[in-house]
């Protein structure tokens, strides 16, 4: 079946410092992708949605400056998260959308800690 | 607008069945999921329904819609131990694959 890797699965930064997160579709051609952000036991929020060739669409009260999201192919997406804060420490969850509509695969997420 | 709910916690005995539930407010959804999550991990599709029909069953699965009343529910039969996770409904609306997904509810299998 169709596979999304986000990677790193986990990283810790210091306070200041700017983290990139891949998301790769590795047997179809994404479209789209989206990024979720996930605080512990709530649920996902839809931070954007990254267009292949495109700018990405964020949502409402998303900084863009402070999220920068390129997605240069069909299979590559990255988020980087800049000047990174303690508040920024959450779980990020990629996922991939192909052609079909049931086609929408996620990625197994990266652990932000910044300290 | 779009708002999920979900109830948080439910525990249930091994064997017995699992019911989660979930409410939507945005009738114009087009299809509804279920998805699973295990601690740290990416989300697992599970089932998923078209929003015209009633009911959907996939082996222990079983899917039930209520567009009336915009309530939608997960049955798992013969919960396992490993069926313990936090289960996430979502919807789809309009053309594109934008989900919001609900509040999540941890399910707990007891022996």
């Known amino acids: 079946g169709a596979v999304v890797s986000q990677h790193p699965s986990w990283v810790i930064c210091k306070s200041g410092t700017s983290v990139k997160i891949e998301c790769r579709s590795l047997d179809f051609q994404a479209t789209t992708m989206f990024w979720y952000r996930q605080f512990p036991k709530q649920s996902l929020m839809l931070m954007a949605t990254s267009n292949e060739g495109s700018k990405a669409t964020y949502e409402q009260g998303v900084e863009k400056d402070k999220f920068l999201i390129n997605h240069a192919s069909l299979t590559l997406s990255t988020l980087t998260v800049t000047s990174a804060h303690p508040e920024d420490s959450s779980f990020y969850i990629c996922?991939?959308?192909?052609?079909?509509?049931?086609?929408?695969?996620f990625g197994n997420g990266t652990r932000l800690t910044v300290t | 607008g779009e708002d999920v709910e979900q109830s948080l916690f439910l525990s249930v005995r091994e064997g017995d069945s699992s019911v989660i539930n979930c409410t939507y407010t945005d009738s114009s959804s087009t299809y509804l999921y279920w998805y699973k999550q295990e601690p740290g991990a990416g989300l697992q599709l599970l089932t998923y329904?078209?929003?015209?029909?009633d009911m959907k069953q996939d082996q222990r699965l079983t899917v039930l819609l209520n567009k009336k009343d915009k309530h939608l529910s997960l049955r798992i039969a013969d919960t396992q131990t490993g069926d313990s996770a936090i289960y996430f409904c979502?919807?789809?609306?309009?053309?594109?694959?934008?989900?919001?997904f609900g509040t999540g509810t941890q399910l707990k299998v007891e022996l």
């Open positions: 329904i078209f929003s015209n029909m």
């Open positions: 996922s991939a959308s192909g052609n079909g509509v049931q086609s929408l695969h």
């Open positions: 979502a919807e789809k609306t309009g053309g594109g694959n934008k989900l919001t």
